[in-house]
């Protein structure tokens, strides 16, 4: 790795911590102890999970 | 540790050039479980778990260089069939553990998508771009986690296009859509098994037939056992999240929250104005699965190219390969979205969870993949 490559690889992950923070600060405030099970097994997935296969609907996000 | 300390803050004992590149990859280790604790301190254990899943993903893919673009293309110019034969050997095992859960499970969420004019459309032009940006949806993200210039180019056109293509998928859905096809309701858990095993198979001894007689791109016995990793970590990415592995949905919100952190307002756009997504949209990114396990995705893709001394590879390219590789880009972004997903949210994970749209997906996407290769040594890039 040069330096270069270096140099590019600091300022991709710069800007990516920069945007992490910046969002986390934009979000609506979480309730860290409102958090769903660990597993989604036998108790379901998050309200308001996305996924690139679900189409756009009303009922987008809900299991089968 | 001590020792080790003194020598990097004296310059005469600095350390040799060997260490210090096997300094990164422990460094790097250490980042990637603090970001694990944050994670798990600060959104929850569930996206805790999908952040190690993330890191599993990029550590594989880096690691044996497992490309979906490149397993298809070379086939396409050599039949050489050990990639694509990877490929099913992940979606098999995904597939053997992934389906008896759904059919027993019904929280579970398999990754069923409609069966739409924009899936044929959106899946044979993001074939064929994979192969002239050289990466699909996760190729692009580990060899941009990695530090590939050309990758690290092709992500942001990646997510500004994923972004505009949910932005306008509700208009190419009006186009005309079946709804999706599940079939692990339509056949049973043993008859889907049986099935999409079986054609699997059958495809496997086609490419067996007509394989062709050069050494294989990928040799030794690493590319199995990376496929037999990420077959293991789809099935817990579906456990933990209750939905399967999937890469563009989270680039194209990651573009959303950017745009409306611009000044767009999505409140009204068909889409981003869902509940679903504007529930996304006010929340943490850190919130989203596909977001988290994207995010490890590319810090693992970091951490094992350091490993092997492969992180930042040196690139010179033309300026006309640049722009293409920006544009295809841009394309994949866009594309993926109309189609239900890139190579893994339609295809691995499509097949995998046993929805006929992964194998619409797959057919189209292979035929654009034969135009892409076309269009690809047009372009004068190598294989």
């Not at chain 2, 580990?142 to 990646?158: D, M, R």
């Not at chain 2, 000044?263 to 596909?290: C, E, I, K, R």
Request: net charge positive; aromatic share 10%.
């Amino acid at each position: 790795m040069n330096r270069r490559s270096s140099w590019l690889i600091a300022l991709f992950w710069a800007a990516v911590l920069a945007l992490l923070v910046l969002d986390w600060h934009a979000a609506t405030p979480h309730d860290r102890f409102a958090e769903p099970p660990p597993l989604a097994l036998g108790n379901g997935p998050a309200a308001d999970a996305g996924h690139c296969s679900l189409a756009p609907g009303p009922d987008a996000s809900s299991s089968r | 540790m001590a020792s080790t300390l003194t020598s990097t803050l004296t310059p005469q004992a600095a350390p040799a050039p060997r260490q210090r590149l096997r300094l990164a990859p422990g460094l790097l280790l250490l980042a990637a479980l603090a970001a694990f604790a944050a994670i798990t301190w600060l959104v929850g254990w569930r996206q805790g778990l999908l952040w190690l899943i993330g890191l599993g993903y990029g550590l594989l893919l880096a690691a044996a260089a497992f490309g979906f673009t490149t397993g298809w293309r070379m086939w396409i110019t050599r039949c050489d069939p050990k990639g694509l034969w990877a490929q099913f050997v992940g979606i098999a095992v995904a597939m053997l553990l992934s389906v008896p859960l759904l059919a027993a499970h019904p929280e579970l969420q398999g990754a069923d998508g409609p069966l739409s004019i924009s899936l044929l459309v959106g899946a044979f032009v993001f074939g064929a771009a994979m192969q002239v940006a050289d990466g699909c949806g996760s190729g692009t993200l580990y060899k941009a986690g990695l530090g590939h210039p050309v990758s690290l180019a092709v992500l942001p056109a990646f997510v500004l296009g994923s972004f505009a293509g949910a932005t306008q998928l509700p208009a190419w859905l009006r186009l005309g859509a079946l709804p999706p096809v599940d079939l692990v309701d339509v056949l049973g858990a043993g008859g889907t098994l049986a099935a999409q095993l079986g054609a699997l198979a059958l495809l496997a001894a086609l490419l067996w037939r007509w394989r062709g007689p050069g050494p294989s791109r990928w040799a030794g016995s690493t590319v199995w056992w990376a496929a037999i990793g990420l077959g293991l970590l789809a099935t817990a990415n579906l456990v933990v999240a209750g939905q399967p592995w999937g890469i563009v949905y989270g680039l194209g919100l990651w573009g959303a929250k950017i745009a409306q952190a611009l000044g767009a307002d999505l409140s009204h756009n068909a889409f981003w104005s869902l509940p679903a997504q504007q529930a996304q949209l006010h929340a943490s990114v850190l919130m989203d699965n596909t977001s988290v396990t994207d995010l490890g995705l590319l810090l693992g893709a970091l951490i094992a190219a350091s490993w092997k001394g492969k992180a930042g590879p040196s690139v010179r390219l033309p300026a006309r390969q640049w722009m293409a590789s920006i544009a295809a880009g841009l394309l994949l972004g866009y594309s993926s979205r109309l189609a239900f997903g890139c190579n893994v949210g339609a295809y691995f994970s499509g097949i995998a969870t046993g929805s006929l749209h992964g194998w619409v997906w797959f057919a189209c996407a292979f035929g654009g993949s034969l135009l892409g290769v076309r269009l690809r040594h047009r372009l004068g890039m190598q294989d």
